[in-house]
C-alpha cells in the first residue's frame, strides 16, 4: 500500500479518471501518520505536486469533502515543508581551494562562490520573502539548518542584502528546538541582530560572527532547557565598542578591553571568542551533550595571539564544563591548527632568534585548565569523553622550535584521565584534530 500510495502521490497520468478516483479515496483514508510519512518520502521538489492531487480530489468528491480533503493534504505538506529546513553549505563533505589554501567547509575562508554557495543564497533569499509574507509557516519550524553569508541580490545589481529581513524571519521562527548555525560572513552584520531562537533546546554555533550574534543566539532563551551544545571554532570580528569593528591600524595587545556593567567587553578584541560560555556558567541544568572545538596557539611567539586572553578562554571553558558535570553525558574537546597558507610577512620575525618551546600553548593551557575539571569530582552520568589535538603538531614554520620536551605532562594527563574516570565511561584520545580551524586575525595586528 505504501508503494500505491507514493505512486498517487506522484501522480499517475497513465490510469483513467475512475481508478485515480478510487486510488485517491484510498490514500485520504489512510492514518493521518501514514499520510505525512508517506509525504515525507517525498523529494521536496515533488512534494509540490500534491497540492495537484489535492486539486484533483476536489474535482471529483462533493464540495464539503473536497473543502476538507484540500485543507488536510495542505496541513501535511507545510507540515513536511516546513518542520525541518535546512539551507546550509557549513557540513558540506570535502575541502575547497581558498587563496592558498584548501579548507573545510565550515571555514569562513571559504569566500570565493562556487556554485553551491551561490545557490544556496538564492535560495535563503527566496525562503526568507516566503515566510515574510506567510509568517504562519515559520511556525511549523522545528530544526533549522542555516548557513549565515553575505547575502547578494542579483536583482539589485548585486548590491548586499541588509539583515533586518533576515532577522524578521528568524524572529518568526518561535518554535525552533534543533538550531545548526553557522557563518562564513567575512564582514559584521550591518543591524545587530534580536533574541533569536529563543526556544532552541539542541543548539550548534560555529564560524565568525559578532559577540552581539552570538550573543543573541546563546543568550536569548532559558538555558535551563538547552540538552545540546556545540561550539565549532567560534571566532569573533572584534570591535572598539559595541557595534563598531575594530580598524585595520588599531593593535589589541595594546587595547585594555573595558567592560559594560554586564562584564561583556565593549573593546573586544577580534579572534577565539570569549565571554559567551561565562555569561551560561551555571545556567544549563539539563545539559546532556557538550562540544568544543577550536583553533589553538601552536607557538609561543605567534604574532597572532596574545597569550593572556586566550588564559581567560580556556579558564571560562573549564569552568563552564566543570558547571555540567551533574548531567553532562558526553564531552568532546578538540583543539588544532588553522588551516595551512602564507601570509606574506604575517611570519616575519627579523633576524632575531626564535625562542624555542617544550610544548604548544594550547596543550599547556588543556593540561592546566581543562584536565584537572575532568581529573576532579564525580561524573554521575558521563558515557563518552573525546579528547583531541592534545599533542599534536606544529605549523610547519614553527617545527624547528618546537622541542616538545614536555610531552611527558601530556601522556601523564592522559593516564590520570584513564584512571579518574568509570570503567564504564568510553575514552578517546586522539594526538592530532580531524580538520583544520580559522583564526580571525589580520597581518597590522601583532601581539608583542
Not at 534580536?194 to 559577540?211: E, N, R, T, V, W
Not at 593572556?308 to 564531552?331: C, G, H, M
Not at 583531541?388 to 614553527?398: A, E, K, M
Not at 568509570?422 to 595586528?445: D, G, H, I
Amino acid at each position: 500500500m505504501l508503494s500505491d500510495a507514493l505512486a498517487i502521490a506522484g501522480g499517475m497520468s497513465s490510469q483513467g479518471s475512475k481508478s485515480q478516483e478510487t486510488l485517491s479515496a484510498d490514500f485520504m483514508s489512510l492514518p493521518l501518520e501514514l499520510k505525512t510519512a508517506i509525504v515525507r518520502a517525498c523529494e521536496p521538489a515533488d512534494i509540490a505536486v500534491l497540492g495537484q492531487l489535492a486539486t484533483h480530489i476536489s474535482s471529483i468528491v462533493a464540495d464539503e469533502m473536497a473543502a476538507q480533503t484540500s485543507s488536510e493534504m495542505r496541513s501535511i505538506t507545510l507540515l513536511v515543508l516546513y518542520s525541518s529546513v535546512d539551507l546550509s553549505c557549513h557540513r558540506d563533505e570535502g575541502t575547497f581551494v581558498s587563496g592558498l589554501t584548501v579548507v573545510e567547509s565550515d571555514n569562513p575562508l571559504r569566500v570565493e562562490r562556487d556554485g553551491r554557495v551561490d545557490q544556496i543564497i538564492r535560495r535563503q533569499l527566496a525562503f526568507v520573502r516566503t515566510i515574510l509574507a506567510h509568517p504562519e509557516y515559520a511556525l511549523l519550524i522545528k530544526s533549522l539548518a542555516w548557513t549565515f553569508l553575505n547575502l547578494l541580490d542579483e536583482s539589485h545589481n548585486g548590491e548586499e542584502v541588509k539583515e533586518r529581513p533576515v532577522w524578521k524571519c528568524f524572529k518568526a521562527m518561535r518554535n525552533v528546538e534543533i538550531l545548526d548555525f553557522c557563518s562564513l560572513a567575512m564582514s559584521r552584520e550591518v543591524h545587530t541582530p534580536p533574541p533569536l531562537f529563543s526556544s532552541a533546546k539542541k543548539i550548534s554555533l560555529g564560524g565568525l560572527m559578532s559577540f552581539a550574534m552570538a550573543s543573541s543566539i546563546l543568550h536569548s532563551g532559558n538555558p535551563e532547557f538547552i540538552t545540546f551544545l556545540e561550539l565549532n571554532d567560534v571566532q569573533d570580528h572584534g570591535q572598539l565598542r559595541k557595534g563598531k569593528s575594530l580598524l585595520g591600524n588599531e593593535k589589541p595587545s595594546v587595547l585594555r578591553e573595558t567592560m559594560y556593567p554586564n562584564k561583556t567587553p565593549k573593546i573586544r578584541h577580534p579572534g577565539p571568542m570569549r565571554d559567551h560560555l561565562r555569561i551560561l556558567t551555571g545556567k544549563c541544568l539539563s545539559l546532556k551533550t557538550l562540544i568544543l572545538r577550536s583553533v589553538g596557539q601552536d607557538y609561543i611567539a605567534c604574532n597572532f595571539w596574545w597569550s593572556p586572553l586566550d588564559e581567560i578562554r580556556y579558564k571560562q571553558w573549564a569552568a563552564f564544563v566543570d558547571s555540567v558535570r551533574n548531567t553532562l553525558r558526553t564531552f568532546e574537546f578538540e583543539q588544532g591548527l588553522p588551516a595551512r597558507y602564507h601570509i606574506p610577512g604575517g611570519y616575519t620575525y627579523g633576524h632575531r632568534q626564535l625562542p624555542r618551546q617544550s610544548i604548544r600553548p594550547m596543550d599547556d593551557r588543556y593540561l592546566r585548565y581543562i584536565a584537572p575539571v575532568l581529573f576532579h569530582g564525580s561524573w554521575p552520568e558521563l558515557k563518552d569523553v573525546v579528547i583531541r589535538g592534545v599533542g599534536g603538531s606544529v605549523q610547519d614554520h614553527f617545527v624547528d622550535c618546537n622541542n616538545g620536551g614536555d610531552f611527558w605532562r601530556i601522556a601523564e594527563s592522559q593516564h590520570r584521565l584513564q584512571q579518574a574516570l568509570e570503567p564504564n565511561v568510553l575514552l578517546t584520545l586522539e594526538q592530532e584534530a580531524t580538520k583544520t580551524f580559522y583564526l580571525r586575525r589580520s597581518t597590522n595586528w601583532f601581539h608583542r
